[in-house]
């Protein structure tokens, strides 16, 4: 079983920064790409930032300058750094993988992982 268990979450004020991580343990046989979002109260999940293997990682125009993501190595854990928060960046941030599951007694198997969420809360 592959789990993901984010980090870093809280309240604080407007213009202020924030760092989430998200840690990924279990049978894991790669981690293809790793991603967070988020979900403000009535709204939809978006996302917020990826990284994938190989390619340069991905922000919407709405964090863009804001937030950067990192991995380590292994790219078992993640980190979103948030700057210039605004109350609009309020809600919960979700980890999110596209990982290969290692199989008994061999192989691997596709699997998306999410983590169960951590608030954020941006004060004016």
């Known amino acids: 079983q592959v789990q993901l268990v984010e980090s870093g979450g809280g309240l604080v004020q407007a213009g202020g920064s924030l760092s989430l991580s998200c840690a990924a343990s279990?049978?894991?046989?790669?981690?293809?790409?790793m991603a967070w979002y988020r979900q403000a109260s009535g709204k939809q999940r978006e996302l917020v930032a990826r990284?994938?293997?190989?390619?340069?990682?991905y922000f919407p125009d709405s964090v863009k300058g804001r937030f950067t993501i990192s991995t380590d190595g292994a790219r078992k854990t993640m980190t979103l750094q948030m700057n210039g928060l605004n109350i609009e960046d309020t809600g919960v941030y979700y980890c999110?993988?596209?990982?290969?599951?290692?199989?008994?007694?061999?192989?691997?198997?596709?699997?998306?992982?999410w983590g169960p969420g951590t608030l954020v809360t941006v004060s004016s």
């Open positions: 990284i994938r293997s190989g390619s340069t990682p």
């Open positions: 279990g049978s894991i046989f790669g981690i293809d790409a």
């Open positions: 999110n993988a596209q990982v290969k599951e290692s199989m008994y007694p061999s192989g691997y198997r596709d699997l998306e992982v």
